[in-house]
T-cell receptor, first 114, second 114 residues
Framework: DAKTTQPNSMESNEEEPVHLPCNHS???????IHWYRQLPSQGPEYVIH???SNVNNRMASLAIAEDRKSSTLILHRATLRDAAVYYC???????????????FGKGTKLSVKP | GAVVSQHPSWVICKSGTSVKIECRSL??????MFWYRQFPKQSLMLMAT?????????EQGVEKDKFLINHASLTLSTLTVTSAHPEDSSFYIC??????????FGPGTRLTVT
């Protein structure tokens, strides 16, 4: 799997937007960009994924660079409940014919200040 | 939808005993389930991939005779830690895949071996 690079930590103020960057310069043409987050003492939670076009859902937006070598997860209004470790993961869904296990890096620990 | 449960949520056992952890997909059928382990302040590490009706595939360095995985049905996978030792104390998390590419994670089981 291609490697991703994320900042170790970021801080945000409550009610403000947060932009979490991810670099993936060795991404292949078939890799999807996934974002998961893990709240303290809980299992990871799916946030969003995309391939080429920007994506929006109820949780966040995903902005993907035109060359796909980087992406940004956007939380439009951070809340205290958004404090978590955010993981950017690349995965080819057809790799090895499996359902696709996820390889977690260290992620970005997001702190939200009231 | 897409809820995954784990039982128990936490367990304390004595060194040398065995512990069984259950992972259930509550509202969908999962042909593949994954087991992860997470030590304090570290990321998730994939232990094994469990396919219904067949033997699990273990990651390099994971002892298959120590971590027994059974995927008896499309909604249940179990992980048994045999002859547990204090170094096996960790946060064990399962995930299940319904359709690519998303995975749904359980809440985790915290194992403490005394």
């Amino acid at each position: 799997d291609a490697k991703t690079t994320q900042p170790n930590s970021m801080e945000s103020n409550e009610e403000e937007p947060v932009h979490l960057p991810c670099n993936h310069s060795t991404i292949s043409g078939t890799d999807y960009i996934h974002w998961y987050r893990q709240l303290p003492s809980q299992g990871p939670e799916y946030v969003i994924h995309g391939l080429t076009s920007n994506v929006n859902n109820r949780m966040a937006s995903l902005a993907i660079a035109e060359d796909r070598k980087s992406s940004t997860l956007i939380l439009h209004r951070a809340t205290l409940r958004d404090a978590a470790v955010y993981y950017c993961i690349l995965r080819d869904p057809d790799y090895g014919g499996s359902q696709g296990n996820l390889i977690f890096g260290k992620g970005t620990k997001l702190s939200v200040k009231p | 939808g897409a809820v995954v449960s784990q039982h128990p949520s936490w367990v304390i056992c004595k060194s040398g005993t065995s512990v069984k952890i259950e992972c259930r997909s509550l509202d969908f059928q999962a042909t593949t389930m994954f087991w992860y382990r997470q030590f304090p302040k570290q990321s998730l590490m994939l232990m094994a991939t469990s396919n219904e009706g067949s033997k699990a595939t273990y990651e390099q360095g994971v002892e298959k005779d120590k971590f027994l995985i059974n995927h008896a049905s499309l909604t249940l996978s179990t992980l048994t830690v045999t002859s547990a030792h204090p170094e096996d104390s960790s946060f064990y998390i399962c995930s299940a895949s319904r359709t690519k590419p998303e995975q749904y994670f359980g809440p985790g089981t915290r194992l403490t071996v005394t």
